[in-house]
């Protein structure tokens, strides 16, 4: 079976009207770096889309990308305080890569919305932690 420029145009462009740019490009996780403000190991629980879990910062933390905010809760010990950090969802600029396409647009939009791959995170995020006075 031979396969002519033509037919190979009319599949990539078939591929590509059905594909997302965010999807491709970012994918539906991503890596947070998540860091302490004196670099010193805290406790502390995260909540995404996911649920929530328990950490040990600083770490790694892999997100399922969502349209929703991720919320790090610092845990009260001994020797630190409670505090709590925000990460924000923005939008993932891989997104408007759909417009460069004319029919793509629609459907790579689509994709990307129903993958949440549109979000993102920043990828590194310190966390504020404070020592209780007279520790």
Do not use: H
């Not at 997302?20 to 860091?35: E, L």
């Not at 991720?70 to 600029?93: A, G, M, Q, W």
Request: proline fraction near 2%; glycine fraction near 6%.
């Amino acid at each position: 079976m031979r396969i002519t420029l033509l037919s190979l145009c009319v599949l990539m462009s078939i591929v590509l009207c059905f594909s997302g740019c965010a999807t491709i490009v970012s994918g539906s996780r991503q890596q947070i770096n998540i860091r302490t403000s004196n670099g010193q190991e805290v406790k502390a629980t995260i909540t995404s889309d996911e649920g929530v879990k328990d950490v040990l910062l600083p770490t790694v933390f892999d997100a399922k990308r969502a349209n929703r905010d991720i919320l790090i809760d610092v845990k009260e010990t001994n020797s630190y305080e409670t505090s709590s950090t925000i990460i924000r969802k923005k939008i993932n600029p891989w997104v408007f890569g759909n417009l460069l396409l004319w029919i793509g647009s629609l459907f790579g939009s689509t994709t990307d919305v129903a993958s949440k791959s549109m979000w993102e995170y920043d990828d590194v995020v310190i966390v504020p932690v404070q020592k209780k006075s007279g520790k």
